[in-house]
């Protein structure tokens, strides 16, 4: 088994850093100049610096078929762009494959996919029966760590996966399973708690926070923002992931409950791109927060009031009819006085 770098002192803040555990299997992600890479499979941050021919005493690269090869179980992407594979499939169609992935080998013989999983499906879509391979010994740790920091730096990445990844890193380094760890960063995480100098923090929240800090998230954030997107309903999610809705106006339309409004709401969102401010009111309207429905609420009530004096008015002219000392008729005429100051002060003439 080949020696590893020492990962546990990662710093991934900004995104733009990889330690030399990733930095010389990443070389090998870049393909040759004059080759044209989908945003997806765009070179990472720190790899930029490096040419195509950048060699590495990390990992055995090696040309191995594709059918030996599988999907990575700490794979944090949930959804690959047909179009994008498509694109790409093309290309290797045209010039051949180009870059490498990152494998492990597995004990039944084949090879696990620890990065590039985007180019090994559009090499299978484009017939090939070979592709290069960075192979390397990999823990499950190493192997989750290394998928998400190489998914995030590429900035892509949705923040329910980026959310799910970390969530998964911290079960696997930790050994917190998720349901705790959610448990944990709810309750001991909350503002409330957090940060008190009479209440001692635990030692798995502190283990936790070390885990999003390497990832340069604040504890606080990944509370309030991140873990929301555990909750969308599978519209926003599907959207989310696939079509590229930000998880900002994703939480946003989640205030509107009812679905079938919600719906509509977020076709035009997609197909119309919105501004966030235009969508933003849009809600309002919808969940009957905003200053245009609190107007036509106020005209509504202002048309029922009308009515009624008008009904009152009518009602007037027979009450009028009272004999002129009697108490009916002259509690009509100081309720009338009452009105009519009230409707001054209103401004009504």
């Not at 850093?17 to 004059?34: K, N, R, Y």
């Not at 989750?144 to 380094?173: C, H, M, P, W």
């Amino acid at each position: 088994m080949k020696k590893k770098a020492d990962t546990s002192s990662f710093s991934l803040a900004g995104r733009g850093i990889l330690s030399t555990f990733v930095s010389g299997a990443l070389a090998h992600h870049v393909a040759p100049s004059g080759v044209e890479q989908d945003d997806d499979e765009a070179q990472p941050l720190q790899a930029k610096a490096a040419t195509p021919n950048t060699t590495t005493t990390d990992g055995d690269t090696r040309w191995l078929p594709v059918n030996t090869i599988q999907p990575g179980a700490f794979q944090p992407r949930q959804f690959f762009s047909e179009e994008g594979i498509n694109n790409l499939a093309t290309s290797f169609r045209e010039q051949g494959f180009r870059g490498a992935v990152n494998v492990r080998p597995l004990k039944n013989g084949s090879w696990e996919l620890i990065a590039g999983e985007r180019r090994w499906r559009a090499a299978k879509l484009a017939g090939l029966t070979e592709v290069r391979c960075i192979v390397d010994e990999y823990t499950d740790e190493e192997a989750l760590e290394f998928a998400l920091i190489e998914n995030l730096q590429r900035e892509d990445l949705s923040k329910l996966e980026e959310t799910e990844g970390i969530l998964k890193l911290i079960e696997v380094k930790l050994g917190i399973p998720k349901e705790r760890a959610l448990a944990i960063i709810r309750t001991e995480g909350h503002s409330d708690k957090h940060g008190r100098s009479d209440v001692a923090p635990s030692a798995e929240l502190g283990k936790i926070e070390a885990v999003l800090s390497s990832f340069g998230v604040e504890l606080q954030t990944f509370r309030t923002k991140n873990l929301r997107t555990l909750t969308l309903p599978d519209d926003l999610k599907k959207a989310h992931l696939e079509r590229g809705l930000s998880y900002s106006v994703a939480l946003e339309l989640l205030k509107i409950k009812d679905a079938s409004k919600r719906k509509t709401l977020l076709e035009k969102t997609i197909k119309g791109k919105l501004s966030f401010r235009e969508i933003r009111d849009r809600v309002k309207v919808v969940t009957g927060d905003s200053d245009e429905v609190s107007t036509i609420a106020r005209v509504g009530e202002a048309s029922l009031l009308a009515k009624r004096l008008t009904g009152m008015a009518k009602r007037l002219r027979s009450g009028l009819n009272l004999p002129e000392k009697s108490q009916k008729r002259k509690q009509l005429e100081r309720l009338l006085g009452e009105i009519e100051v009230l409707l001054e002060e209103a401004g009504a003439t």
